[in-house]
């Protein structure tokens, strides 16, 4: 079956930076792009990243650009978002997701910048 399993989030000042990691099994990973959402308190969730199968092309919300990086490895089956210059409103829980015939979502990870 599918399975998604974020980890690496936590508690960070802002400015800092973490790495969060969606580790994958139950489909062929290099064939299907990837994304992460996010989903704070009270707030929709909404699409952060995403990368196409092979890692070509990626695209990023714009509150993200320039300090989030989508990546992945496809020997790995593991999708990364490398988060930079941090800020309070930042904080949410991430989740990884695939669209394999349906929907599969992790479980989430929460990121909570604060000082």
């Known amino acids: 079956q599918v399975q998604l399993v974020e980890s690496g989030g936590g508690l960070v000042q802002p400015g800092g930076s973490l790495r969060l990691s969606c580790a994958t099994s139950?489909?062929?990973?290099?064939?299907?792009?990837m994304s992460w959402y996010r989903q704070a308190p009270g707030k929709e969730r909404e699409l952060v990243a995403a990368i196409t199968n092979g890692g070509s092309s990626t695209n990023y919300a714009d509150s993200v650009k320039g300090r989030f990086t989508i990546s992945r490895d496809n020997a790995k089956n593991t999708v990364y978002l490398q988060m930079n210059s941090l800020k309070p409103e930042d904080t949410a829980v991430y989740y990884c997701?695939?669209?394999?015939?349906?929907?599969?979502w992790g479980q989430g990870t929460q990121v909570t910048v604060s000082s």
């Open positions: 139950g489909f062929i990973f290099s064939g299907y792009a």
């Open positions: 997701h695939l669209v394999f015939i349906r929907s599969y």
